[in-house]
């Protein structure tokens, strides 16, 4: 199993709109070869930002590094550009292969 994680910073003041994009974005994902999980994970509030994470699961790596490549990819990604005001730096990604699990 692989674990995907972005965090990003959101400017003071956009939480409900970045939580919004999330909302009624089409992420492509449910028929995407792999795919088991997604989630979107709010967390501490700093002066200048909030944090929050998305958090998707997958049966492989390659299944992950598969999707990235995809248009389905693309799709979910196209407008990510448009919503800069919101983000106070770019998104950090990080990848965990699970080694113990349930």
């Known amino acids: 199993m692989y ?10 003041g956009k939480e409900n709109e970045f939580e919004t ?5 089409d992420s492509h994902l449910e028929d995407v070869t792999g795919f088991i999980k997604f989630h979107l994970a709010k967390g501490n509030a700093e002066p200048s930002h909030t944090l929050y994470i998305s958090h998707s699961t997958w049966h492989s790596k390659e299944d992950f590094s598969q999707w990235t490549k995809s248009e389905a990819f693309r799709s ?8 800069s005001a919101v983000y106070q730096e770019h998104p950090v990604f990080e990848g965990f292969t699970v080694v113990i699990g349930n």
């Open 76 to 83: 979910a990604h196209k407008n990510a550009g448009k919503n």
């Open 3 to 12: 674990i995907a994680i972005n965090r990003f910073k959101i400017n003071r």
């Open 21 to 25: 994009m999330w909302r009624d974005r």
